[in-house]
């Protein structure tokens, strides 16, 4: 069991998918293990289907915040003491739009561990010349471009062509998939569109407040490259939770 438990953990690893696998380390059946995926499923044993289940319960709280914990449960009597590691995919920058403010936050982001990925079907503006750090560049339309290029937990989507051909339809398959970030460049009154527009799809007011807009931390800035940290800082933020802080004034 344990051979098939790290041959599918290794397949979470090298598809960039969130799990988490739970070991006994105090208590009996030391050793024992179950991975645990968000949506529930998991595979392996820790002595019972109840302290299974309690497990996977645990797993599931912890898992979206990418922190690795440490539980108690009793069963039978006895105190079973499991150790959950959490797998997150590694952070990913998805950039809608090879604008001018596209390419620092590229270089930005690559500086703080970020895969890249920049997609825009105008090929003036989504060019190798242009995005030399990019780790993917596809010229395409968002909805051609994430047939293959999946959001997950540790993806940050940021949409900055200005454009509501190109802006519309990439926020719609954002707003379905469980990206960590959503962020779209634009004033009040572009964003008023997107907003009616995406409520016209059937998107609910909480579905379009994971929209950061206006994007990025107010530092002042206009400068491309400044524009580009205030989006850097504000995902960073947002990865740790520190938004909702600011939002609530603490």
Not at 123 to 133: C, Q, V
Not at 160 to 177: M, V
Not at 192 to 217: M, N, W
Request: charged content about 25%; aromatic content about 8%; proline content about 6%.
């Amino acid at each position: 069991m344990h051979s098939e438990i790290y041959q599918s953990l290794a397949r979470c690893l090298n598809n960039r998918e969130l799990v988490a696998l739970a070991t006994v380390v105090g208590g009996p059946g030391i050793g024992n293990q179950l991975l645990v995926w968000p949506r529930g499923e998991t595979l392996g044993d820790l002595g019972s289907p109840r302290l299974n289940q309690r497990a996977a319960l645990y797993a599931e709280q912890i898992v979206p915040s990418f922190q690795s914990g440490r539980k108690r449960f009793r069963w039978n009597e006895a105190e079973i003491d499991v150790f959950f590691e959490v797998f997150p995919p590694p952070p990913e920058l998805v950039v809608v739009g090879a604008v001018h403010v596209a390419i620092p936050l590229v270089e930005f982001a690559r500086l703080m561990g970020f895969r890249t990925v920049v997609i825009d079907p105008r090929r003036a503006f989504a060019t190798a010349e242009r995005f030399p750090h990019a780790d993917r560049l596809m010229v395409s339309w968002p909805h051609e471009a994430f047939e293959t290029q999946a959001l997950h937990g540790a993806s940050f989507v940021v949409v900055l062509s200005h454009d509501l051909k190109i802006d519309l339809p990439a926020l719609e398959i954002t707003l379905r998939s469980p990206a960590r970030y959503i962020g779209a460049l634009g004033s009040k009154k572009t964003h008023s569109k997107r907003v009616d527009a995406l409520s016209e799809k059937g998107f609910t007011d909480q579905e379009i407040g994971r929209i950061h807009s206006p994007i990025g931390l107010d530092i002042g800035g206009r400068r491309a490259e400044e524009i580009a940290l205030s989006i850097i800082a504000e995902m960073v933020a947002a990865d740790h939770g520190r938004l909702e802080d600011r939002e609530c004034g603490l």
